[in-house]
C-alpha cells in the first residue's frame, strides 16, 4: 500500500468549494472507495480510485493534494455529519 507520511503543518484546510468538489467526485467513486471488502485486491482498486480522483480533483480547479489527504477530509467530513 502506499504510504505518505503527512505533517499537518504542511497541510492547507480545504477551501468550500474545494469540499464541494471532493463530495461530488467521491459520489463519482463511491462504488469502489465505499466498497466494504477488505481484501488485497479491493484494497488496491481503492488506492487506484483514490488517485483518479486526487487527479481529477486537481484538473477541476483543487489545489494539488496527495490522495491520502483528500481521503482524511473525507473520513473526517462523513464522521462529522
Not at 505533517?7 to 469540499?19: A, F, H, P, R, Y
Not at 488496491?44 to 490522495?67: D, H, M, N, P, Y
Request: aromatic share 6%.
Amino acid at each position: 500500500m502506499y504510504c505518505v507520511k503527512i505533517v499537518m503543518s504542511d497541510i492547507k484546510n480545504l477551501t468550500q468549494s474545494e469540499k464541494l468538489l471532493l463530495a461530488e467526485l467521491c459520489v463519482q467513486y463511491a462504488p469502489v472507495i465505499e466498497n466494504k471488502k477488505t481484501d488485497a485486491v479491493s484494497a488496491k482498486e481503492k488506492e487506484e480510485a483514490w488517485i483518479r480522483l486526487a487527479t481529477e480533483f486537481v484538473s477541476c480547479g483543487g489545489q494539488r493534494r496527495e490522495w491520502v489527504q483528500l481521503k482524511h477530509v473525507r473520513i473526517h467530513c462523513r464522521s462529522c455529519n
